[in-house]
């Protein structure tokens, strides 16, 4: 996972990955990004390639701790398969994802 900041926003890359065994570690440096920033936090999603409950909540836990910091949780490159997740959970509705990229196919 990599961060990288700029005044107006913060983009964190997300590994192909986000499940019970890695949603510990990802949900600390999501926390820190929100806690040290500025503006936007994108969460780049292109690479990742399976989530289950937990990543679901580590999601839903960010986009609640940047909205408590007046900041926005936005999902970048949301693949197909990830956002039929999202739309079967109804989160694509309180998530923001970016529109270019969020074709359900």
Do not use: C, W, Y
Not at 20 to 34: K, P, Y
Not at 54 to 76: D, W
């Amino acid at each position: 996972m990599r961060v990288r900041g700029n005044p107006k926003a913060q983009v964190v890359q997300i590994g192909a990955r986000l499940d019970a065994g890695t949603s510990a570690g990802v949900r600390a440096r999501l926390h820190d990004a929100v806690d040290s920033g500025e503006g936007d936090l994108i969460l780049d999603l292109s690479k990742l390639e399976m989530i289950d409950a937990t990543g679901l909540g580590v999601l839903v836990g960010t986009h609640r701790r940047a909205f408590a910091g007046e900041r926005r949780l936005v999902l970048r490159g949301v693949p197909p398969r990830i956002m039929r997740v999202l739309a079967v959970t109804r989160l694509n509705r309180v998530l923001r994802v970016e529109a270019e990229e969020a074709a359900v196919a």
